[in-house]
């Protein structure tokens, strides 16, 4: 079955460390997008990435970074420059400009 | 101002009842609209793309008005297991960007 498969759904790390959370697709999708969900926030845009070797900052990037190396594969590194890490981080991808956005399951990163 | 707006409720509703959420927006250069459905501690879902002229999937209709800036869905026959909370979502096609509404809170009792 096509999807998005994030790993690892539960993560936890020490302040001060890097982590990178993947994100796979086989939707053939050409954008991926990466967003950070806080309790009883709404979701707020961290990278996307429209085309393989090319991606842009959304409302939230200091202290995230990103690649997109393969058309399938987008993963997010959160530095130890992000000062408030924890929450539930979301991969989705779309067809592109009007098409809806499918989600994988999430990452909830906790730091200590 | 938010960029997209929704009232966070929560909703209480019994069983069977109909109800109805907003979502306001404020650039009126929007070109697309959804809404989703999200489970507690689960990745949004999509439920429905709003069209121009409005639009029905069973018991949900999607409503947009230009005019006015708000889309809206409607809910009838609610079940237990319609529960969640719905985000709106906009998308401006300057950039690609989608925002998304902070989500409102459903829940509907027996």
């Known amino acids: 079955d096509g999807g998005i498969t994030q790993s690892p759904k539960y993560l936890f790390r020490k302040e001060g460390q890097n982590v990178t959370l993947s994100c796979e697709q086989n939707?053939?999708?050409?954008?991926m997008y990466w967003y950070r969900q806080d309790p009883g926030q709404g979701l707020r845009l961290i990278y996307y990435s429209q085309i393989v070797n090319d991606f842009q900052k959304g409302d939230i990037a200091e202290g995230y970074s990103v690649s997109r190396e393969k058309k399938e594969s987008f993963p997010l590194t959160v530095t130890s420059a992000q000062k408030n890490p924890t929450a539930f981080y979301l991969c989705?991808?779309?067809?592109?400009?009007?098409?809806?956005?499918?989600f994988g399951n999430g990452t909830r990163l906790t730091v200590t | 101002r938010k960029e997209v707006e929704q009232d966070p409720g929560p909703f209480n509703v019994p069983e069977g009842a109909t109800v109805a959420f907003n979502c306001t927006y404020s650039n009126s250069a929007s070109q697309s609209f959804f809404w989703y459905r999200q489970d507690c501690r689960k990745e949004p879902k999509l439920l429905m793309s709003?069209?121009?002229s409005g639009n029905e999937d069973g018991r949900f209709t999607a409503q947009l008005n230009r005019a006015s800036q708000y889309i809206s869905l409607l809910i009838r026959d609610s079940k237990l297991s319609d529960s969640a909370t719905y985000l709106c979502?906009?998308?401006?096609?300057?950039?690609?960007?989608?925002?998304f509404g902070g989500g409102t809170r459903l829940m509907v009792k027996p």
């Open positions: 939707l053939n999708h050409d954008a």
């Open positions: 979502v906009v998308r401006y096609n300057a950039g690609n960007m989608l925002t």
């Open positions: 709003v069209y121009s």
């Open positions: 989705a991808s779309s067809w592109g400009p009007n098409s809806p956005l499918h």
